[in-house]
């Protein structure tokens, strides 16, 4: 977090902002406090009856090109849970419960020449086959392969690295 990130007060309009902390700015006019807290990402590792995890290739930056799990931003009102089913629908039209947690880790999303903090939750998921998923918003394709078949490198996120890391492993010791 950089204290240029934020140039006027969200509430006067003021310009002298003045960093208290790495999350604390404060207005000098009028004395709100504005506390830059992680935005909250939810992303699914989901396998098939084969043992095969489902990936995505994103079509978007960041990460265009780079392969990442199906996964986006939980909106305001909605629980970890309800994103992360709604986020694997709308990228991949797959209809998935049974969700489990998994893992969380912090990152940093770039966007348009700003950087967000997130905390990415990692969730698991078992359904029968891939069948019916299909790239859809902002993913460019899908695919499925055994995870011991990972190339880390190509991965778009390092939450995503080490989430899959963790399946990975665990799986490895049963």
Request: glycine share 8%; proline share 4%; with cysteine.
């Given at each position: 977090?950089?204290?240029?990130?934020?140039?006027?007060?969200?509430?006067?309009?003021?310009?002298?902002?003045?960093?208290?902390?790495?999350?604390?700015?404060?207005?000098?006019?009028?004395?709100?406090?504005?506390?830059?807290?992680?935005?909250?990402?939810?992303?699914?590792?989901?396998a098939?009856?084969?043992?095969?995890?489902?990936?995505?290739?994103?079509?978007?930056?960041?990460?265009?090109?780079?392969?990442?799990?199906?996964?986006?931003?939980?909106?305001?009102?909605?629980?970890?849970?309800?994103?992360?089913?709604?986020?694997?629908?709308?990228?991949?039209?797959?209809?998935?419960d049974?969700?489990?947690?998994?893992?969380?880790?912090p990152?940093?999303?770039?966007?348009?020449?700003?950087?967000?903090?997130?905390?990415?939750v990692?969730?698991t998921?078992?359904?029968?086959?891939?069948?019916?998923a299909?790239?859809?918003?902002?993913?460019?394709?899908v695919?499925?392969?055994?995870p011991?078949?990972?190339?880390?490198?190509?991965?778009?996120?390092?939450?995503?690295?080490?989430?899959?890391?963790?399946?990975?492993?665990?799986?490895?010791?049963?």
């Open positions: 977090m950089n204290e240029s990130r934020f140039l006027f007060c969200s509430r006067c309009g003021g310009a002298k902002i003045q960093m208290r902390s790495p999350v604390e700015f404060e207005c000098e006019s009028c004395g709100f406090k504005h506390f830059a807290n992680p935005t909250v990402a939810v992303a699914a590792i989901i098939n009856r084969a043992g095969e995890i489902l990936l995505i290739r994103r079509a978007k930056d960041p990460g265009q090109g780079k392969l990442s799990v199906p996964g986006g931003f939980v909106d305001p009102g909605e629980t970890g849970e309800e994103a992360v089913r709604r986020e694997v629908f709308e990228e991949v039209n797959l209809q998935v049974g969700f489990k947690y998994l893992a969380s880790f990152n940093e999303y770039r966007y348009q020449e700003v950087i967000y903090p997130t905390l990415d990692f969730f998921a078992a359904v029968e086959s891939f069948s019916m299909r790239a859809r918003s902002e993913v460019q394709s695919l499925s392969m055994a011991a078949r990972l190339e880390f490198g190509e991965v778009a996120f390092p939450s995503v690295e080490k989430a899959l890391r963790l399946y990975v492993a665990r799986l490895d010791r049963g």
